[in-house]
């Protein structure tokens, strides 16, 4: 069939508009894609300060200090576990950090870390009412004796971390010309009714011990770090812990201050939601706990982490418990007065239903408040992800 040049011309001219419609519709939904994803990826101005002051004070300090304090989700150090080794395999390790003798206070804890001891002890928690001192750990010990040991080996299963220096706090009560003596550095003290002291120590590199003799020992805070560049990842959990059990403890400010820490991570706020649930009061006793951090590390930044969702068991049905959203808004009504930043750790999970979803992959106890160990550890991995963000 015969096509005239003119037609063909028309044509051309015709799939050439086509073309460029095509092409221009193309440039504007790019455009349109390009700007929904900056706005998508926009961060808050309370990320960047945080992205930015990661930075400066890295470059100026070689040594970066993270204190995480939490509830018994943090106490068996599963979740904290996991951040520790990912985030000091990335940026290189300062040490363990905190530790402590869980199974002298017949506690669950750490298996990273193997406590013995040839005399027995008590326990004091700040849940509880309690006769004794009791540290930053939250748990503290007291000899029944007044004269023994603690030994203790670190390293013991996969998380290893190299340390070279100790700070041990601690007090003797009814002291008597009584010692500490740990790796071979020595105290002495006259008679006083009551001796509260720290003392540096050099580690052992297959065990170490504490020694002491001449009044009931009360073991507070014990620290394991060395003097390489990298990460200090500190972290402690009680039981039953709440905002307002950590406010009480006399010493909390006291041993704060031993730590120094640059980054202080709070997981508090599941125990709350299973109680009777007062705004007010919640608000109040989250405001004096900041208070209480900022005073005495008045250079630290805080990460708030909301606390998932939890179920109760209600006419033989696990019933969802919203008191954990009036939990989840308060904490996140600090964000914007402090300059804190916030780490939704439920809309890491995946949001709403997520303990449901993370229940039928094996992750969940059987409460429906805590999570198995395997569930915690993925946890940990995206709490990872997220300081990960934050120090690139």
């Given at each position: 069939?015969?096509?005239?040049?003119?037609?063909?011309?028309?044509?051309?001219?015709?799939?050439?508009?086509?073309?460029?419609?095509?092409?221009?519709?193309?440039?504007?939904?790019?455009?349109?894609?390009?700007?929904?994803?900056?706005?998508?990826?926009?961060?808050?101005?309370?990320?960047?300060?945080?992205?930015?002051?990661?930075?400066?004070?890295?470059?100026?300090?070689?040594?970066?200090?993270?204190?995480?304090?939490?509830?018994?989700?943090?106490?068996?150090?599963?979740?904290?576990?996991?951040?520790?080794?990912?985030i000091q395999k990335k940026y290189w390790s300062s040490g363990r950090g905190l530790?402590?003798?869980?199974?002298?206070?017949?506690?669950?804890?750490?298996?990273?870390?193997?406590?013995?001891?040839?005399?027995?002890?008590?326990?004091?928690?700040?849940?509880?009412?309690?006769?004794?001192?009791?540290?930053?750990?939250?748990?503290?010990?007291?000899?029944?004796?007044?004269?023994?040991?603690?030994?203790?080996?670190?390293?013991?299963?996969?998380?290893?971390?190299?340390?070279?220096?100790g700070l041990l706090s601690f007090e003797i009560e009814d002291c008597k010309d009584?010692?500490?003596?740990?790796?071979?550095?020595?105290?002495?003290?006259?008679?006083?009714?009551?001796?509260?002291?720290?003392?540096?120590?050099?580690?052992?590199?297959?065990?170490?011990?504490?020694?002491?003799?001449?009044?009931?020992?009360?073991?507070?805070?014990?620290?394991?770090?060395?003097?390489?560049?990298?990460?200090?990842?500190?972290?402690?959990?009680?039981?039953?812990?709440?905002?307002?059990?950590?406010?009480?403890?006399?010493?909390?400010?006291?041993?704060?201050?031993?730590?120094?820490?640059?980054?202080?991570?709070?997981?508090?706020?599941?125990?709350?939601?299973?109680?009777?649930?007062?705004?007010?009061?919640?608000?109040?006793?989250?405001?004096?706990?900041?208070?209480?951090?900022?005073?005495?590390?008045?250079?630290?930044?805080?990460?708030?982490?909301?606390?998932?969702?939890?179920?109760?068991?209600?006419?033989?049905?696990?019933?969802?418990?919203?008191?954990?959203?009036?939990?989840?808004?308060?904490?996140?009504?600090?964000?914007?007065?402090?300059?804190?930043?916030?780490?939704?750790?439920?809309?890491?999970?995946?949001?709403?239903?997520?303990?449901?979803?993370?229940?039928?992959?094996?992750?969940?106890?059987?409460?429906?408040?805590?999570?198995?160990?395997?569930?915690?550890?993925?946890?940990?991995?995206?709490?990872?992800?997220?300081?990960?963000?934050?120090?690139?």
């Open positions: 069939m015969y096509v005239s040049d003119s037609v063909r011309k028309c044509s051309t001219v015709y799939l050439f508009s086509i073309l460029m419609r095509f092409l221009y519709i193309l440039i504007f939904l790019s455009s349109c894609f390009k700007s929904f994803s900056q706005s998508s990826i926009n961060e808050s101005d309370s990320l960047k300060d945080f992205k930015h002051w990661i930075d400066s004070t890295r470059d100026v300090k070689s040594q970066f200090t993270i204190l995480h304090i939490g509830d018994s989700h943090i106490q068996p150090n599963n979740l904290s576990g996991v951040v520790r080794f990912s530790i402590f003798p869980y199974t002298l206070a017949k506690t669950n804890g750490p298996k990273d870390v193997k406590f013995s001891s040839n005399v027995e002890w008590e326990n004091a928690w700040i849940t509880k009412p309690h006769q004794f001192n009791i540290g930053l750990t939250g748990i503290s010990i007291r000899s029944k004796s007044e004269q023994g040991n603690v030994k203790w080996k670190s390293g013991v299963d996969s998380l290893h971390y190299p340390c070279s220096e009584c010692a500490v003596i740990v790796n071979g550095r020595k105290k002495i003290y006259g008679t006083n009714p009551s001796i509260m002291d720290t003392i540096q120590f050099p580690m052992g590199l297959d065990s170490n011990k504490i020694e002491f003799y001449g009044g009931k020992f009360v073991l507070l805070d014990l620290i394991e770090k060395n003097s390489s560049p990298g990460v200090v990842y500190h972290s402690t959990g009680v039981a039953g812990a709440t905002f307002q059990t950590y406010i009480q403890n006399p010493l909390f400010q006291r041993e704060l201050g031993l730590f120094n820490p640059d980054l202080i991570i709070i997981s508090l706020g599941t125990n709350e939601s299973v109680k009777t649930w007062n705004q007010a009061k919640f608000e109040s006793e989250v405001s004096a706990f900041l208070n209480l951090l900022m005073s005495k590390a008045p250079n630290s930044k805080i990460i708030i982490v909301l606390p998932n969702e939890n179920y109760q068991l209600k006419n033989n049905q696990w019933t969802y418990n919203d008191r954990i959203d009036y939990v989840r808004t308060s904490l996140s009504s600090f964000e914007n007065n402090r300059n804190i930043l916030l780490y939704d750790q439920q809309k890491a999970m995946g949001g709403t239903g997520c303990m449901l979803l993370w229940e039928t992959k094996g992750l969940v106890n059987k409460d429906h408040i805590h999570f198995l160990k395997k569930g915690y550890q993925e946890q940990g991995r995206l709490l990872f992800k997220f300081l990960d963000e934050l120090f690139k």
